[in-house]
């Protein structure tokens, strides 16, 4: 797996709990561009990694910048982002993804972030803005406090709805938010926030009939295994000529860095989509946070951290 040397440029405070962190390369070139959508990992110094959209513009290589949210339930990465991480530390960081790509031509596109799910769609809002194309912001958060980018978003003077709990009574009705858009031709649509809002967000585009809705989640969905699940299955590795028993105590992806097999991986949660690997033959039981259902169903890839088994032989390009 590549690795990108970066160093801290600058820390900014952007609303309560919420750092953004801007990182240049420390070769003095340019980074890998990257597209709107598109997240970076942290390889921190406690060992820990962690996945972070991108917010600048995707005009810009010769800096990355990331908005971190100190999160309450912190198994060590944000918390030490905000606690240690200091300007003009050098730390290793991977080449952008996009596991949230962005349809530019379409008619009208709406961005719904909820806290600090602003963060990939800021960087959207830059590239439509910048093209031209028709788009509007609505941007949920607790607080005014709680915020973050309000000065940016200012700034890129593009249509926008702001909505704080605390001043509005409570949060948004989603459904009746998206029901006054739902009447325009080619309108696509795009979330990002706490799984809460994200979950009414999918059931709310499925009750109004809008199929060309799209989120990113920064928590996995807890899904159980499928009823047609193997318990126990092998794993062909069609490159490395391996074979390996996965067992139900097991991860394909814990069995393959067991036997020296070079693969990608960051959350080990099924949401970064680090550890995408190409099926050539079988059927996973896909288990991740990444994958729309169309490409569940065509089974071309699988995330190999979270995932199991179907049939009794499953082939990949490893």
């Known amino acids: 797996m590549k690795i990108l040397k970066a160093f801290v440029h600058t820390i900014r405070w952007e609303a309560d709990e919420v750092i953004s962190v801007e990182l240049r390369p420390v070769s003095g070139e ?8 598109s997240h970076i990992d942290l390889h921190l110094p406690n060992g820990i990694q962690r996945s972070y959209s991108l917010c600048n513009s995707s005009n810009e290589c010769h800096r990355y910048v990331i908005g971190v949210l ?5 198994r060590g990465g944000s918390r030490w982002v905000h606690e240690e991480l200091g300007v003009g530390m050098v730390i290793d960081i991977s080449p952008p993804r996009n596991n949230f790509p962005m349809h530019e031509a379409a008619a009208h596109t709406v961005l719904v972030a ?18 031209g194309c028709s788009l509007e912001l609505l941007y949920f958060t607790r607080s005014r406090r ?19 709990d605390d001043e509005q009574g ?20 795009y979330a990002c926030g706490p799984t809460s809002m994200l979950n009414a ?4 585009c499925l009750a109004l009939g809008l199929k060309n809705a799209y989120v990113e989640r920064f928590v996995a969905i807890e ?18 000529n391996k074979s390996i028993t996965i067992t139900p105590a097991e991860s394909i ?27 050539l033959a079988g059927e996973p039981d896909h288990r991740d946070s990444v994958l729309n259902a169309q490409e569940r169903a065509a089974n071309m890839t699988m995330m190999v951290c979270v995932s199991g088994c179907k049939s009794a032989t499953l082939r990949l390009d490893l």
Not at 70 to 74: I, Q
Not at 156 to 163: A, C, G, P, S, V
Not at 170 to 189: E, I, N, T, Y
Not at 223 to 240: G, I, K, N, Y
Request: with cysteine.
């Open 201 to 204: 967000f999918e059931q709310s």
């Open 253 to 279: 992806l814990d069995r393959l860095l067991q036997a020296g097999i070079e693969v990608g991986y960051s959350c080990f949660e099924g949401v970064c989509g680090s550890c995408e690997t190409r099926v």
């Open 223 to 240: 899904q159980t295994p499928a009823a047609d699940s193997l318990s126990t299955f092998t794993v062909e590795l069609a490159r490395s």
């Open 146 to 164: 709680s915020a973050a980018f309000l000065d940016v978003l200012d700034s890129l003077d593009i249509q926008m709805t702001l909505h704080f």
């Open 114 to 131: 909820g806290g600090i799910g602003i963060t990939p769609l800021l960087c959207m809002a830059r590239r439509l803005r910048d093209l």
């Open 30 to 37: 340019e980074f890998p561009a990257f597209t709107p959508g």
């Open 70 to 74: 100190k999160d309450r339930a912190s």
């Open 170 to 189: 409570g949060p948004p009705d989603l459904k009746r938010v998206l029901a006054d858009r739902q009447h325009m031709s080619d309108l696509f649509v």
